[in-house]
């Protein structure tokens, strides 16, 4: 059965330095001024983090997934931006690239990206399909050896920053036989011309994350931008949130681990009526049960982690991946939600106070269910594991 290894908890303790050395410190101002943090990135890529499962061909280390997910969890403790900034950047960004491109994609990207000198979006999501992908509105029309992109993303991690080079967009090129559209995906470079990066938007939480509407009107790139075959499209995605969706939940796991952290620190140190308000049922038992969120949100997070890792190595199937990825992610993001609620009400008005860490968490939790397939998705993919009808 899987768990993690001594390897595993002596990185985790490398990457819990690190957050709380080089973020913590910092992200109260970094998320009051909605700045995303570009010196950051290149102290992650030092750190080796962008490149755990990148073959060392690479500039990687070649790990394996479990171990991206460690580093994502204790990223997320400290700061849920941050972590979706590496959950992105890899899983995202570099992975895309990495499993479909061939050696000029890679030897043309990779190398900066796994360094942390330069990062990717993945441009997936429109004002009009977001869920139903499958409803993509991009269109990307050969002229001779170029293509040409018409069309709007929307909500693309990572799209806008200073060092962002490049974006896998995924486009409508051509209809299959039984009418349904076919989608390919195709590298756009940073600053092509026609493609435009929208201003940031305004979001409820991750602030410090960089999130941008992208437009493209007549953008040419060379037809050899296209990743993998025409037409693969909508499968490489669906394999890529696959592996968002464990990713996600890792993030978060620690979420809800800082919340737990937060909540049974207050609950000792908070005098009420002369006593802790740990000493009261009513709040010992919400923390209680936080500690129950954090350790089966964890399990099932490692557990579809290994199942990926193994799957690598042949030993599974990309269905029990993406089932176990699926009720991962469902329980973990629920869970993460109603772990910043619970440590919000053990916090009491200090709760609702922005210099308190929860109402970061708070903020930043929701978007956990809705990105990377909605809890509505993850119910539908694990229906249709169970051999219900679609």
Not at 50 to 64: N, Q
Not at 102 to 119: M, N, S
Not at 337 to 354: K, L, P, Y
């Amino acid at each position: 059965m899987f768990e993690l290894s001594q390897d595993h908890e002596d990185f985790r303790k490398v990457v819990r330095d690190f957050a709380e050395k080089e973020v913590a410190p910092h992200i109260a101002d970094w998320d009051r001024e909605a700045r995303f943090p570009t010196e950051l990135v290149p102290k992650m890529g030092d750190l080796g983090l962008f490149g755990l499962i990148v073959p060392a061909e690479h500039g990687g280390s070649d790990g394996d997934f479990t171990s991206l997910c460690v580093a994502i969890e204790e990223l997320g403790r400290v700061d849920q931006s941050v972590g979706i900034t590496l959950s992105a950047g890899v899983g995202l960004g570099i992975n895309p690239i990495l499993t479909y491109g061939d050696a000029e994609q890679k030897d043309r990207f990779l190398p900066d990206l796994v360094a942390g000198r330069a990062l990717a979006g993945f441009g997936l999501s429109e004002p009009e399909a977001g869920s139903d992908a499958g409803a993509t509105r991009t269109r990307a029309v050969r002229d001779g050896d170029e293509w040409v992109l018409d069309g709007a993303k929307a909500f693309i991690t990572n799209s806008g920053t200073p060092i962002t080079s490049v974006v896998t967009v995924t486009a409508r090129t051509g209809t299959n036989p039984d009418g349904s559209a076919q989608i390919s995906a195709i590298l756009v470079p940073s600053g092509t011309p026609g493609f435009t990066v929208e201003p940031a938007y305004r979001k409820l939480g991750w602030h410090v994350s960089d999130t941008h509407g992208l437009t493209f009107d007549g953008c040419r790139v060379p037809t050899a931008n296209l990743l993998g075959r025409e037409g693969d499209g909508f499968r490489q995605f669906l394999t890529i949130l696959d592996d968002g969706r464990i990713a996600i939940s890792a993030l978060a796991v620690g979420c809800a681990q800082a919340c737990l952290e937060l909540a049974a620190d207050y609950a000792r140190t908070r005098m009420a009526f002369g006593r802790p308000i740990g000493a009261n049922q009513g709040v010992a038992f919400q923390v209680a049960d936080l500690a129950v969120m954090v350790e089966s949100a964890r399990l099932l997070t490692y557990k579809a982690a290994w199942l990926k890792d193994e799957l690598h190595a042949g030993r599974r199937s990309s269905r029990e991946v993406k089932h176990a990825a699926a009720i991962a992610k469902l329980h973990s993001t629920e869970a993460a939600v109603t772990a910043t609620r619970i440590a919000t009400q053990v916090f009491g008005g200090n709760g609702f106070m922005e210099e308190y860490p929860v109402a970061r968490f708070y903020r930043d939790a929701k978007i956990l269910e809705i990105g990377e397939g909605t809890s509505e998705v993850q119910r539908m993919v694990i229906a249709r594991g169970l051999g219900l009808p679609a």
